[in-house]
């Protein structure tokens, strides 16, 4: 089922694209032709994009998916539920062949669930402050794009391979899995002004106006932090409910005004965190992929190449 939350860009409702549980494109396939171009279902309209979309990013009057097989980010009109624009980010083939041929595959895995993905190019996109941010991994920097021109107008470093982002008011956040890292981004100066030391195996992440919460997958656990202080002020350890052959790993996070959302890995869950006392109230079973929404609609990557548009009122419960 699709649980709705509010954060990212417009409001959305973001766990985790779970590629790797249900088979990966080879690097450098191309999208599949065979797919119906006439929506069935709840889907109001099915749009083709690039190879291997990953999570969409809404704001700017369009939806923005990062194609993490081809180096480029597709640019919709929600009105016209057709491709705008291709931005071209990085060759991916050639980062592939430079950085992962010799890992044996383009992915990474643990066990049957998706875990990391290097060689993904972009690996993630976000809106806000003015500009699409995009995660450039061939270079281990963030890239500032004009949402108008189109245009690159800063390029920011960040040492080390991006995993996530997530684009808050007056900041940009990014982990680095490999490295236990998450750094914070000033959009007025476009430069690193803060950077942490988390728990093993950063991943997702979250922001409202009172915190940002930060996902460790492999220690299992999820960080909040501050804003305004830039400090840890509480870790919330993820148990397992029963039992778990991987434990609980919590890698995507969503935030809305009353609640904390936690996809895991290992136990295909969401967890409800209660912000007020950092405590987990909930969890759900869930079997959804990743979705974003904005404009009234859902929107739903797959590993076809495609993008679905699915009204929430006709999109099936349970």
């Keep these: 089922m699709f649980s709705n939350a509010t954060g990212r860009g417009t409001w959305i409702a973001a766990f985790v694209l779970l590629a790797a549980m ?9 999208a599949s032709s065979s797919a119906s171009p006439f929506p069935s279902g709840a889907a109001e309209a099915v749009i083709a994009v690039g190879q291997r979309p990953a999570i969409a990013a809404v704001g700017e009057g369009a939806v923005w998916v990062p194609n993490t097989g081809d180096g480029t980010v597709t640019k919709i009109d ?24 010799s890992k044996g595959s383009v992915h990474s895995f643990m066990v049957t669930s998706f875990h990391v993905r290097d060689c993904d190019l972009p690996s993630a996109v976000g809106v806000g402050n003015g500009a699409l941010w995009v995660l450039k991994n061939d270079d281990q920097a963030l890239l500032r ?12 470093p960040l040492g080390f391979t991006p995993f996530d982002m997530e684009v808050a008011d007056n900041a940009v956040w990014i982990g680095g899995y490999w490295v236990d890292q998450l750094v914070r981004v000033d959009p007025a100066s476009n430069k690193v002004v803060a ?22 997958t492999v220690a299992g656990v999820v960080s909040r932090i501050d804003p305004t202080t ?21 890698l995507t996070i969503a935030v809305d005004t009353v609640a904390v ?7 295909g869950l969401v967890a409800r965190i209660d912000p007020q006392t950092n405590r987990i109230t909930a969890t759900i079973d869930v079997t959804s992929t990743g979705v974003v929404s904005g404009f009234g609609s859902l929107w739903v990557t797959d590993l076809f190449g495609r993008m ?5 009122p006709r ?4």
């Design 261 to 267: 959302w936690v996809r895991t890995v290992g136990d």
């Design 22 to 30: 249900t088979g990966c494109a080879p690097a450098g396939s191309s």
């Design 230 to 250: 830039n400090n840890v002020v509480q870790t919330v350890t993820m148990p397992c409910p029963s039992i778990c052959y991987q434990g609980t790993l919590p």
């Design 315 to 318: 999109a099936p419960s349970g």
């Design 78 to 101: 929600p009105h016209a539920n057709r491709v705008t624009a291709t931005l071209s980010i990085g060759n991916q083939l050639a980062f592939y062949h430079r950085d992962c041929e």
């Design 308 to 312: 679905e548009r699915i009204d929430p």
């Design 195 to 216: 950077r942490f030391t988390l728990p093993d195996g950063v991943s997702g992440i979250a922001a409202s106006a009172q915190a940002v919460w930060v996902a460790s």
């Design 145 to 156: 794009i004009d949402p108008r021109t189109l245009r690159i107008v800063a390029r920011i």
